[in-house]
């Protein structure tokens, strides 16, 4: 009976066997017109490594469960393996501090019409400067865009003329596009700073180029790359649908002006995974048309934190909803979680969590401010307002550098409605008082601890809502 077992199973095994037969580990390479034989079987960028160096340098939390060190590391390229690779320098890219923008133009028309999957390369070890930049769609097949090097701006202003001044690289009706790579883009901005009207008063206040946008893309993905010294925003993201970014460190000075680093528009379903923020203005920033925004594994310092808004300037109408910002750590940063609306505007914004958040001396951790105004002279007082609703701060935990931890804003004609407190405790850094609470036409309430103590409830206004407009937080409430 033993023997005819054995010709069994050797019989059902016989078509199996050219398979594993077949199999071998391609080694990585550089030559080749296939991306499988680029990445090898580990399908990493090159210069992945490079990034996870990087990283170990990122401070970890010291309360929140969820973010680790391998949380950023658990991330590889998305690339298709039997794209046909494009090299930039086959198109004429030099690298160096030649102009390389011709030739990017080239290779990216070669890639676009590929009537099967393309990956854009931009090589390794080789910085290549780049002017304003459109990568325009539809394509014919899906691109991806490998950034293993450096692209770099020109440091020379008038390259911008007055019609594309606010764009540095854009990314334009692309379906299934895919960025990363691990190399770095910089946007010189220094020479745009100092001529800001925030860093020189005598300046006229003028635009400067967002280093990356995304435009009217759908299904997309950025992830694994470095931004640094945008001329303003760093990463833009306007009218795009089904958006994965992750693993994406940005970094500029914490005085530099206008330098968001994550500016989401009109854009629905986007997810920020695992990203380190440093930078001059917010950390991320959420603005009108936004829906289905989840924020997680962020660390944002320095820089004024994680803003909704602002919202409703110039008497505008603003939406925005189901926003949730999810293991955070900021440290030094001017704001925490913000939401804040101009007045005068109108629409709304709903339907948001602020929920397992570290805070290492940040300056207003939690705040709502209706009565937002970023400019020289004092804002004129409206009626109308962006209506806040629905919003929720869970298992929030740190150290406040200003005397009010939380503080809401809101507008007497649109109060806040339904904000939630649960577990907070915020304490005073070594350099302040005591923490409190400032509350103004709200109405809120309060779940398990919250310190500092909330503010006084017991006011019902005309319309039989109550909502403090008392300032002074209570300690025996």
Request: proline share 4%; hydrophobic share 30%; aromatic share 8%.
């Given at each position: ?242 958006v994965t970014a992750s693993t994406i460190n940005i970094e500029a000075p914490e005085k530099s002006p206008n330098t968001d680093g994550i500016h989401v528009t009109e854009t629905t379903n986007i997810q920020i995974n695992n990203c380190n923020i440093g930078t ?131 507008s007497e004609s649109f109060p806040c409605n339904d904000i939630v407190l649960e577990d907070i405790s915020i304490v005073d850094d070594d350099d302040v008082d005591d923490a409190e609470s400032f509350c103004q036409n709200v109405n809120w309430r309060k779940k ?30």
């Amino acid at each position: 009976m033993a023997p005819n077992v054995t010709v069994l199973l050797f019989s059902l095994l016989m078509p199996f066997l050219p398979c594993f037969d077949n199999y071998e580990t391609k080694p990585a390479g550089s030559a080749s017109s296939k991306a499988s034989t680029l990445y090898g079987s580990t399908a990493h960028p090159v210069g992945f490594d490079k990034v996870l160096e990087r990283e170990e340098t990122i401070p970890l939390f010291l309360g929140t469960e969820g973010l680790t060190k391998e949380s950023f590391d658990q991330v590889g390229s998305s690339q298709p393996n039997d794209s046909i690779v494009i090299n930039v320098d086959d198109y004429g890219a030099t690298g160096g501090g030649a102009d390389d923008t011709m030739a990017f133009e080239k290779a990216w028309k070669a890639a676009c019409v590929s009537t099967g999957p393309a990956s854009l390369l931009v090589s390794n070890n080789n910085t290549y400067l780049l002017k304003s930049i459109t990568f325009s769609g539809p394509c014919k097949s899906n691109v991806s865009v490998m950034i293993e090097g450096t692209i770099e701006a020109s440091s020379n202003i008038s390259d911008w003329s007055s019609k594309n001044r606010r764009i540095w690289i854009l990314f334009s009706h692309i379906e299934n596009l895919i960025v990363g790579g691990g190399g770095t883009i910089n946007g010189n901005g220094q020479v745009w700073w100092q001529k800001s009207c925030k860093i020189d008063k005598s300046q006229p206040c003028k635009d400067a180029p967002t280093a990356l946008t995304f435009k009217s893309c759908n299904e997309l993905t950025v992830e694994n790359l470095n931004v640094k010294n945008s001329q303003q925003i760093h990463i833009k993201f306007e009218k795009c649908n089904n958006v994965t970014a992750s693993t994406i460190n940005i970094e500029a000075p914490e005085k530099s002006p206008n330098t968001d680093g994550i500016h989401v528009t009109e854009t629905t379903n986007i997810q920020i995974n695992n990203c380190n923020i440093g930078t001059g203005d917010d950390c991320i920033s959420i603005v009108s048309g936004s829906q289905d925004v989840k924020a997680t594994n962020i660390v944002c310092g320095p820089g004024h934190g994680i803003s909704i808004g602002s919202l409703g300037a110039k008497n505008s109408e603003a939406q925005v909803s189901d926003v949730t910002v999810d293991t955070a750590q900021l440290r030094g940063t001017k704001n925490g979680v913000r939401i804040k609306t101009w007045q005068g505007g109108k629409g709304y914004a709903k339907n948001i969590i602020f929920e397992n958040i570290d805070i290492d001396d940040v300056k207003n951790p939690i705040i709502i401010d209706q009565n937002y105004c970023d400019k020289k002279k004092k804002c004129k007082q409206q009626k109308s307002a962006v209506q806040i609703s629905n919003v929720q701060y869970r298992n929030i935990k740190g150290t406040s550098g200003s005397k009010f931890a939380i503080n809401f804003n809101c507008s007497e004609s649109f109060p806040c409605n339904d904000i939630v407190l649960e577990d907070i405790s915020i304490v005073d850094d070594d350099d302040v008082d005591d923490a409190e609470s400032f509350c103004q036409n709200v109405n809120w309430r309060k779940k398990g601890t919250v310190i500092p103590p909330p503010c006084n409830l017991n006011y019902i206004d005309e319309y039989g809502l109550p909502y403090s407009s008392h300032p002074a937080s209570i300690s025996n409430y």
